[in-house]
């Protein structure tokens, strides 16, 4: 195999003739076996965002030729639009703050950019991945810059996600509104509800996660930018410092800010740890909603079995005819790994030292891997469980007939002496409540059937 030589601080090494990228990805992929996967696909495109904002700033400014310039840009884009994107594959957890993901994003953006221009890979006549792509960075406002450019884009998708789910929970709130089932406390019979209220309830839930998530955005939108090595600008001139955010802004698309105070944006991360908590809030609604439909669905015969969820595969390899809640448990899953990370986050930002904080390839592994984990398991849930579910209203009149719990919607009328002396009857006869009740003339029958309606369980007080 062709090999070129390339030398850095270290010495020298043997580089494929054709690869892209160079030396330092070359001792990256060595020193840092660890995650065995690359970076999040969406920090890399959104690094070259960074790297396209970066050089138009310096042509604008004059720091770069015409032609220097495009071929930069051109090789940026490659990686953003995905064709140079496999390219860029050290491990997600290394050491140096994210410097080997930026060295490999300079590197491939620097030797493309040098074939454009008619040179070879490796050659760096006329671009540098130091000199050209990377002029006026630093690694240290590059990656936090390029996490929180990753991060809201990826927010956008989740804030989507949920809000599906939150419609899909309303469709059936509508469908199953004139349903009475009886509702539980402690996992005991509690007294009656309807269960539009308990889809409803899920619904709002998610209404809550999808505002948090929304406003994620704040949080993440003013970056360091501009601020290279320790947020004091040094080594890159006052111009370039304050027009490479603006220009971000516009490569973006997004609502972006410098920093006021650019040291204290290089070194603390509590803006990560915030939002993280923020998805960490909806995990946990996700979870709960999760086992709810799992607790609801058991059975179905020998368990509570007020609720059908569709059927996706066979549930086992011995016990024929048994479907099941795959889905709910797969969200469940996502939504414990999300817990996981917001500890990982949490860590991560609380260990950086001084001037920079050395975990943020951790720290970024983490928050990305939360907020794509939550897209999916709100995506799943709803399209192969929420909107194939139905209620078994047959299961719901039964157990509500059965239920000594009912005489709770009764009280008003029978006051509690007479309602726990019909409770106490109904339990030692084995007869139901509402036979009793009807039995001993207690209430009539059309005030009975209106005390126990859809719309009496789903009205606040009593007439």
């Not at 509508?174 to 409803?200: H, M, N």
Request: proline share 3%; net charge negative.
């Amino acid at each position: 195999m062709a090999t070129r030589r390339e030398t850095d601080l270290i010495g020298e090494r043997d580089i494929p003739a054709d690869a892209l990228s160079g030396i330092h990805t070359a001792r990256a992929r060595e020193n840092f076996p660890l995650a065995g996967r690359p970076v999040h696909p969406e920090l890399v495109r959104a690094y070259a965002a960074v790297k396209i904002a970066a050089a138009r700033t310096n042509h604008r400014l004059g720091f770069l030729t015409d032609e220097v310039a495009e071929a930069i840009l051109r090789a940026a884009r490659e990686i953003e639009d995905g064709t140079l994107l496999s390219e860029i594959d050290v491990d997600a957890l290394q050491g140096g703050a994210g410097t080997s993901l930026n060295m490999n994003v300079n590197e491939v953006i620097a030797n493309r950019a040098e074939e454009l221009l008619g040179g070879r890979r490796g050659q760096h006549a006329r671009v540098h991945p130091n000199d050209q792509v990377n002029l006026n960075q630093s690694t240290n406002d590059t990656f936090p810059t390029a996490l929180k450019i990753a991060a809201i884009r990826l927010l956008h998708r989740l804030e989507k996600a949920i809000a599906d789910l939150q419609v899909a929970f309303q469709e059936k709130e509508r469908t199953w509104s004139g349903v009475v089932k009886i509702a539980r406390t402690e996992l005991q019979d509690a007294c009656p509800i309807a269960y539009g209220a308990v889809f409803s309830a899920w619904a709002e839930a998610l209404s809550r996660d999808r505002w948090r998530v929304f406003k994620c955005e704040e949080r993440l939108r003013v970056v360091n930018l501009g601020g290279t090595a320790v947020g004091t600008a040094i080594a890159a001139p006052r111009d370039y410092v304050f027009m490479v955010t603006e220009v971000l802004r516009e490569v973006t698309g997004l609502g972006l800010a410098r920093a006021d105070n650019l040291v204290d944006a290089t070194q603390n991360a509590d803006a990560f740890v915030e939002v993280s908590g923020i998805l960490k809030a909806n995990a946990v609604n996700l979870f709960k909603i999760s086992s709810d439909l799992r607790l609801l669905s058991s059975g179905p015969q020998a368990g509570f079995g007020e609720i059908r969820l569709p059927a996706v595969q066979a549930g086992s390899s011995i016990m024929p005819g048994k479907v099941n809640p795959v889905i709910p448990e797969a969200v469940g899953q996502a939504a414990m790994r999300v817990m996981g990370n917001d500890q990982m986050v949490t860590l991560a930002a609380q260990n950086g030292q001084l001037e920079l904080n050395a975990f943020l390839p951790l720290l970024a592994d983490a928050l990305l891997d939360s907020i794509s984990l939550l897209e999916a398991a709100a995506t799943i849930f709803r399209t192969r469980c929420v909107e194939g579910l139905s209620v078994d209203e047959a299961a719901c009149r039964r157990q509500v007939g059965e239920s000594r719990a009912v005489v709770t919607a009764l009280l008003p009328r029978l006051g509690y002496e007479t309602a726990t002396e019909v409770a106490t009857a109904a339990r030692d006869s084995g007869r139901s409540v509402i036979e009793i009740v009807l039995d001993r003339k207690l209430i009539e029958p059309a005030e009975l059937d209106r005390l126990l309606s859809a719309n009496a369980m789903t009205a606040l007080g009593t007439k």
